[in-house]
Antibody, heavy 122, light 110 residues
Framework: QTQLQESGPGLVKPSETLSLTCAVS??????????WGWIRQPPGKGLEWIGS???????YYNPSLRSRLTLAVETSKNQFSLKLTSVTAADTAVYYC??????????????WGQGALVTVSS | QSALTQPASVSGSPGQSITISCTGT?????????VSWYQQHPGKVPKLMIY???QRPSGVSNRFSGSKSGNTASLTISGLQAEDEADYYC??????????FGGGTKVTVL
């Protein structure tokens, strides 16, 4: 059973870079059968798709975040990561890491991490 | 990409049926069969309830069903139960090879 766990700073200053990692257990990030992704949810608001990445290089970014976003897979640690630059208060949210079901980029999210609250504040 | 449009709230009495709509465009909902619905209880992680417009994952009650017509998808919950009270989000694959979510609908069981 795939399990995902987010980790990273809970507080980031405005204009700095938000960095999160997602540790994967019970599965391998080297699998090319599904994507690894990130979704966020501002407090009291709805879900927003951030992006997804396949082992092997295919990456799909939310167009509204593309210029500030980097996703990567780290096979040696069996984890994947997110970096979001130049953050503002609008980036304050619970960040979920996720895994798609088998079936390609159009498959829905089948597994979610527990979520990590990141607050952007000075 | 703009968020899909959902009603902010829908309510019903136990045993009744309710339907939540999700309206997009021909670049997302109308263009693909890849519409999903997620249930989220307060403070909990979202749970996949419907995928590919009308498919139920293993373990999801058959009281939940999905459909689509043109640019609008729908989730119907029949035989409404107290445990169904939650937020529901639709999501669609898009022509940008990403996903877009709806704004969410709060379901209240009266």
């Amino acid at each position: 059973q795939t399990q995902l766990q987010e980790s990273g700073p809970g507080l980031v200053k405005p204009s700095e870079t938000l960095s999160l990692t997602c540790a994967v257990s019970g599965d391998s990030v080297s699998s090319s059968s599904y994507y690894w992704g990130w979704i966020r949810q501002p407090p009291g608001k709805g879900l927003e798709w951030i992006g997804s990445i396949y082992y092997g290089g295919s990456i799909y970014y939310n167009p509204s975040l593309r210029s500030r976003l980097t996703l990567a897979v780290e096979t040696s640690k069996n984890q994947f990561s997110l970096k979001l630059t130049s953050v503002t208060a609008a980036d304050t949210a619970v960040y979920y890491c996720a895994r798609g079901l088998p079936g390609g980029a159009a498959a829905p999210v089948g597994f979610w991490g527990q979520g990590a609250l990141v607050t952007v504040s000075s | 990409q703009s968020a899909l449009t959902q009603p902010a709230s829908v309510s019903g009495s136990p045993g009744q049926s309710i339907t939540i709509s999700c309206t997009g465009t021909s670049s997302d909902v109308g263009g693909y069969k890849f519409v999903s619905w997620y249930q989220q209880h307060p403070g909990k992680v979202p749970k996949l309830m419907i995928y590919d417009v009308s498919q139920r994952p293993s373990g999801v009650s058959n009281r939940f069903s999905g459909s689509k017509s043109g640019n609008t998808a729908s989730l119907t919950i029949s035989g409404l139960q107290a445990e169904d009270e939650a937020d529901y989000y639709c999501s669609s694959y898009t022509s940008s090879t990403t996903w877009v979510f709806g704004g969410g609908t709060k379901v209240t069981v009266l």
